[in-house]
C-alpha cells in the first residue's frame, strides 16, 4: 500500500456543521484519522479547549510563525487568523496518517497549490434557511456576527468549482458516511497502490 498518509480538506460556510460532522467520523472510524489542529487569534468560546479546538494565540505569535514559514496555509476570517501549523501535517502524512483539515475557502486554495493530492470535499446545508437556523441555534455569535459570517457565505459557496466533492449535511450521520467513503475511494485508487503492484508483477515475473 501507498505509505503516505491522504490528505482529506472539508470546507463549507460557517454553521454548516462541519465540526459536527467531522466529530462523527472521528467517533466512529477513529484509528483512521488525525484532525489538525489550526492555530487561531480568535477567542476561545465557552467548551472550547486549548489544543483541542484551536490554539488560541496572540496576533504576534501568529505573525511570528508566519516569518518563520510555520503555516502551511493561512487565511484572515471574519477579522480573526486561522493558519494550519505545517510541520503536523508534513510529518503525519509521511507516517501513512490521513490528515483532516478543516479550514475555509482561501486557505483551501493555498493547500490546493501546495499539495494538489489532497481530496477537497465541500460541505453545504440543505438550504439558506437551514443554515442561519443552525448558526443562531449554535449560540456562539453575537446578531452582528452571525449576519457577518452568513454574508461570507455566499462569497464561499462561489468558490465550490475549486473542490472534487460536495456533501449536503442533511442529517449528520448521512453527512458524515458520505465524507468517509469518499476518503474511502481515494484509498482504493490504484494509482496510489501502483507501487505494490508492481513489485507483485516483478515477483510473478
Ligand atoms: N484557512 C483556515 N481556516 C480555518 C482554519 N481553522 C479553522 N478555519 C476556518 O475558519 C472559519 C471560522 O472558524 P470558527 O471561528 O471556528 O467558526 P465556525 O466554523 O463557525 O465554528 C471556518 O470556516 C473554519 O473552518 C485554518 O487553520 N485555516
Ligand atoms: N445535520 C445537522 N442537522 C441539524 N443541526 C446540525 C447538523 N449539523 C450540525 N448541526 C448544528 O448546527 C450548528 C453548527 O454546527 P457546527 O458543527 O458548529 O458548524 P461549523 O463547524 O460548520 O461552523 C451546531 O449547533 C450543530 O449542532
Given at each position: ?175 458524515s458516511r458520505k465524507v468517509k467513503n469518499i476518503i474511502e475511494s481515494e484509498h482504493l ?17
Amino acid at each position: 500500500m501507498s505509505n503516505r498518509g491522504v490528505l482529506i480538506v472539508l470546507s463549507g460556510p460557517s454553521g454548516v456543521g462541519k465540526g459536527t460532522v467531522r466529530q462523527a467520523i472521528f467517533e466512529n472510524y477513529e484509528n483512521d484519522f488525525e484532525f489538525s489542529i489550526s492555530m487561531t487569534t480568535r477567542g476561545k468560546r465557552p467548551g472550547e479547549v486549548e489544543g483541542k479546538d484551536y490554539f488560541y494565540s496572540s496576533r504576534e505569535e501568529f505573525e511570528e510563525l508566519i516569518a518563520q514559514d510555520g503555516f502551511l496555509e493561512y487565511a484572515e476570517y471574519v477579522d480573526n487568523l486561522y493558519g494550519t501549523p505545517l510541520k503536523y501535517v508534513e510529518d503525519t502524512l509521511a507516517s501513512g496518517r490521513d490528515v483532516f483539515l478543516e479550514i475555509e475557502v482561501q486557505g483551501a486554495k493555498q493547500v490546493q497549490k501546495k499539495m494538489p493530492e489532497g481530496i477537497f470535499v465541500f460541505l453545504v446545508p440543505p438550504n439558506f434557511k437551514e443554515l442561519e437556523d443552525r448558526l443562531v441555534h449554535r449560540g456562539s455569535e453575537s446578531h452582528e456576527l452571525v449576519q457577518q459570517r452568513l454574508s461570507k457565505a455566499v462569497d464561499e459557496l462561489r468558490q465550490i468549482r475549486y473542490y472534487d466533492y460536495v456533501v449536503v449535511n442533511d442529517k449528520v450521520s448521512n453527512a458524515s458516511r458520505k465524507v468517509k467513503n469518499i476518503i474511502e475511494s481515494e484509498h482504493l485508487k490504484v494509482s496510489r497502490n501502483i507501487s505494490d503492484f508492481e513489485t507483485f508483477i516483478k515477483e510473478m515475473e
